[in-house]
């Protein structure tokens, strides 16, 4: 039987510890603060900030949620600015896409590194990129907790990252070339993708196409860090096909492989950025 990567019990067991290191920087006289910032009126990015919120809050973390519904890039770079010089945010989180018509690169490139927990700015993918410290993307970091915890080894292994995106895919790829693993990295659209797959050990998608990997494109005993959601009414799937699940010996469920980690991993950034 394959093991799983219980995402959801590992989020508990995090939540758990950032619980108590929380409590003893308060009783040092520092409250890690977060700030959430918002645009647009897209409900499902609303109800999840709020859930970021509620889940900062419970730890006890000192939490600003902006919501700007309608807004310019100027007002939405000035804000992050203002949240730059506060003393109270050690953490600043720019919730992506953007509202219609918004500058991504400019909002992002506006949080200052010391702030920039989420990982979304170019000046924290060069440093991915490069080796060096920085607070790197959630997603990455889900990734590589659940690796620790489940102890698996990241070096040595030919990973097949198959997304492309600067959240997650990219930041990925570029932290594990500085790991020792031999990395391909293909867009969702690449044909070459079920050809490449055959020699990975560790696949990693996020192909924004539910089942787009099959049993016949992977090998036995390969890893599987599926990142999709890919919805169907109330149904989540992922970008893997559940038979592949037979010939894989480690795999991240979808629902409750990565994505319930997102918030703790940014929480715990929030808190290294207050410890400083």
């Known amino acids: 039987m394959p093991v799983v990567l219980d995402g959801r019990e590992t989020t508990s067991k995090v939540m758990e510890e950032l619980t108590a290191e929380v409590a003893e920087l308060v009783e040092k006289g520092t409250t890690p603060g977060l700030a959430l910032v918002l645009t647009g009126e897209d ?64 909002a992002v490139d506006a949080i200052d590194p010391e702030k920039d927990v989420d990982g979304l700015s170019p000046n924290t993918l060069g440093k991915v990129l490069m080796g060096e410290n920085c607070y790197t993307p959630a997603g990455v970091e889900a990734i590589m907790e659940l690796f620790k915890r489940y102890d698996l080894d990241v070096e040595g292994k030919h990973w097949l990252v198959a997304g492309e995106t600067n959240f997650l895919s990219k930041p990925l790829a570029a932290y594990l070339m500085n790991k020792k693993a031999r990395v391909t990295q293909a867009g969702p659209k690449c044909p070459h993708i079920p050809e490449l797959a055959k020699s990975a050990d560790v696949i990693s998608t996020e192909m924004f196409k539910k089942h787009a990997i099959t049993a016949d494109m992977v090998k036995d005993g390969v890893i599987i860090i599926d990142n999709g959601n890919n919805y169907e009414g109330k149904k989540v799937f992922g970008d893997v096909d559940p038979a592949v699940l037979e010939k894989a010996s480690v795999y991240t469920p979808v629902p409750g492989g990565t994505g319930p980690m997102l918030i703790a991993m940014l929480l715990r950034n929030t808190l290294k950025a207050a410890s400083k």
């Not at 900030?49 to 807004?71: D, P």
């Open 43 to 106: 409900k499902y990015s609303a109800r999840y900030v709020k859930l970021k919120k509620k889940r900062a809050e419970s730890i006890g973390m000192y939490c600003e949620f902006h919501h700007l519904e309608q807004t310019t890039d100027e007002e939405l770079v000035a804000l992050v600015e203002k949240l730059n010089e506060d003393p109270n945010i050690h953490g600043i989180m720019v919730q992506l896409p953007l509202a219609k018509g918004l500058d991504e690169l400019k």
